[in-house]
């Protein structure tokens, strides 16, 4: 009977495995932001990122994410990426974009690599 039900659980992890093999190892790429303005400018065009990220996970090895700084989990949350990349405390330098272990602020410039990474896929 314990052979029976550890069938589907060998047959999940080997498919989960070969789905993963043709995309390669995933890249983090993080999006912080701190906007409380729907209608201002900087707000809207952190949803125009976090759509630009959106597309990244669907057609690459991303491992994208964005968080408004609004909410005390995410301000948690990227405390403790932060640390676990051993980046120095720039959670005061919004907007911030992680590439793995580095980072860009100022939403020109992130907005200029989302839109190369983007290209990169063409």
């Known amino acids: 009977m314990k052979t029976i ?3 589907p659980l060998l047959l999940t992890l080997i498919l989960l495995s070969f789905s993963g093999c043709s995309k390669g190892p995933e890249k983090d790429l993080m999006f912080f932001y701190f906007e409380s303005c729907p209608s201002c400018e900087e707000y809207q065009l952190a949803e125009e990122y976090r759509e630009k990220i959106e597309e990244l996970n669907g057609s690459k090895p991303w491992r ?3 968080r408004n700084l609004i909410t005390p989990e995410s301000a948690g949350e990227l405390k403790t990426i932060l640390k676990e990349k051993e980046l120095p405390d720039i959670s005061r330098s919004l907007p911030l974009l992680i590439i793995g272990n580095e980072y ?6 992130i907005g200029e690599k989302l839109d190369e990474l983007l ?3 063409d």
């Open 119 to 121: 290209e990169q896929d």
């Open 64 to 66: 994208g994410l964005s």
């Open 5 to 7: 039900s550890i069938i």
């Open 104 to 109: 860009i602020n100022g939403y020109t410039a």
